[in-house]
């Protein structure tokens, strides 16, 4: 197994045997806000409402247990311009697991999104943002570019939306990708907080004149 490094980015192993996303390569002030865990329809909606009013186009990694449960959530986003992304069938540790687990969490999860919105993705993001070669090698496999983010806002355990909207303005920076969530996994973890944070960050990445940007096929990598 390739040696693995703290990686800055994202404070996760970072295998330098193989590129992972960690921004946008632009020097335009353009950002990415990544949701993993969806769709919920105690967050997606209102995430999507909030997104929709500013004009934002966000990423959504979705979990394939969920997706199943809410299909329609999903079609929302697809409709509204955003990129889906696969992040795993039941959100496990993936290199706790053994091969085959691993192959059908992420083939689960694809076909789930397939079926939902008709087309499968073609970006991964490993829960707990946790990954081996095994894991990339699967990737391969499927066609899956891995991202991860360049800065977390933290909406889980952030005291307050105001110290959240300060730790996000310090992190705004041209091409960067921001992890936030509007589901959870098994556990069913409340994105209230999620919610309540999103329209002033969404108001302060405006007023700094930053532009909210789906994922595209303008992915930098690290090595």
């Known amino acids: 197994m390739a040696a693995q490094l703290d990686n800055p ?3 996760v192993p970072l295998l330098l045997s193989h590129r992972v996303g960690t921004h946008l390569e632009t020097a335009d002030r353009e950002i990415v806000l990544t949701f993993d865990d969806g769709p919920h329809p105690d967050a997606s909606g209102p ?11 966000a990423t959504f ?19 509204e ?34 079926a939902a919105s008709g087309a499968a993705p073609t970006l991964f993001r490993p829960s707990y ?6 894991v990339l090698a699967e990737c391969d496999r499927l066609g899956l570019r891995v991202v991860q983010w360049s800065a977390m806002v933290w909406d889980w355990l952030a005291p307050s939306v105001e110290d959240a909207v300060t730790a996000f303005s310090a ?15 098994i556990r069913r ?3 209230a907080a999620t919610v309540a944070l999103l329209g002033p960050l969404l108001e302060r990445a405006r007023d700094q004149g930053f532009r909210v940007v789906p994922l595209g096929d303008r992915l930098a990598w690290l090595r």
């Open 61 to 79: 990694f979705l979990i394939g247990h969920n997706v199943r449960r809410y299909p329609d959530l999903v079609r929302r986003m697809q409709a």
């Open 129 to 134: 943002g946790r990954y081996d070669d095994r």
């Open 9 to 11: 980015y994202h404070g």
């Open 81 to 114: 311009g955003h990129t889906l992304g696969n992040h795993t069938d039941t959100h496990p540790k993936l290199p706790e697991i053994d091969t085959l687990r691993l192959r059908t969490e992420l083939e689960a999860c694809q076909d789930a999104i397939k």
């Open 189 to 191: 973890d409340s994105r």
């Open 171 to 185: 992190q705004l920076a041209p091409g960067a990708i921001l992890l936030l969530h509007d589901g959870s996994n």
């Open 47 to 57: 995430i999507l409402d909030l997104l929709a009013r500013y004009g934002a186009r």
